[in-house]
Structure formats: structure tokens, C-alpha cells
Nanobody, 127 residues
Framework: QVHVKDSGGDSVQAGGSLRLSCEAS????????MGWFRQAPGKARERVAS????????DVAGTVKGRFNIFHNSDKNTLELQMYTLKAEETAMYYC????????????????????WGQGTQVTVSS
């Protein structure tokens, strides 16, 4: 069975750092898109960062570029999001997700819709 589990969310002061983790299992194919997304109350879901596990190609959203890093551990099939200099407006529920679709891979893993999602982990940044 497919399993996607994200964790690591916490409360942190503005300017602080946090690391989110995700583990994925039960997928028949080894390589696919994986990414981190976030959604704040009243706002649309947005992509934060993503990676294609085959080539290790990454794409980080412009709003967090230079502050957030995404890393995939191929041995464990885990995904990390390293966040630095967090801002209050980045308070949101953060989700790890996986998309097996060929189109998603061809488009660079930059879409906001994925097939499989973690349960979400809350990140709260106080001013």
C-alpha cells in the first residue's frame, strides 16, 4: 500500500529555522516527482519546492529561493525541506506529496496537483 508521511512541523519565531521530513513507500516505480506544498487558511495551495528523484532535478519557488532547500535521500526514499529565516506569513499547513505521472515529470515537477499526499504538518511562525 502507498504511504506518505510528513513530519517536523513546529512553532518557531520569525527568523528561525525548521526542518521538515517525509517518507514515502509502497510505490512500484522508483523515480517520480516529490515535493513540498503549503496552504494557509483562506489561501490556495502553493508549491514550495519539488524534485524529480531520477535526475535529482529540483525546483524551488521564487518566494523561498535562497532560504529553503530540498533534499532527497535515495537510500531511504525520504525527503527533507530545510527552511531558514522563516517569515510570519509562511505560517501554514505543509504537505509532502508524490506524483507518479509522466506528464508531471516532463513538466519539471512544478505542478500543484499530486496523486498522493501526506497528512500535513503544521508550521507556525510568530512575529
Amino acid at each position: 500500500q502507498v504511504h506518505v508521511k510528513d513530519s517536523g512541523g513546529d512553532s518557531v519565531q520569525a527568523g528561525g529555522s525548521l526542518r521538515l521530513s517525509c517518507e514515502a513507500s509502497g510505490f512500484r516505480d522508483k523515480n517520480y516527482c516529490m515535493g513540498w506544498f503549503r496552504q494557509a487558511p483562506g489561501k490556495a495551495r502553493e508549491r514550495v519546492a519539488s524534485i524529480y528523484t531520477g535526475s535529482r532535478r529540483t525546483d524551488v519557488a521564487g518566494t523561498v529561493k535562497g532560504r529553503f532547500n530540498i533534499f532527497h535521500n535515495s537510500d531511504k526514499n525520504t525527503l527533507e525541506l530545510q527552511m531558514y529565516t522563516l517569515k510570519a506569513e509562511e505560517t501554514a499547513m505543509y504537505y509532502c506529496a508524490v506524483d507518479m505521472g509522466l506528464r508531471a515529470v516532463q513538466e519539471g515537477c512544478v505542478g500543484v496537483n499530486c496523486e498522493y499526499w501526506g497528512q500535513g504538518t503544521q508550521v507556525t511562525v510568530s512575529s
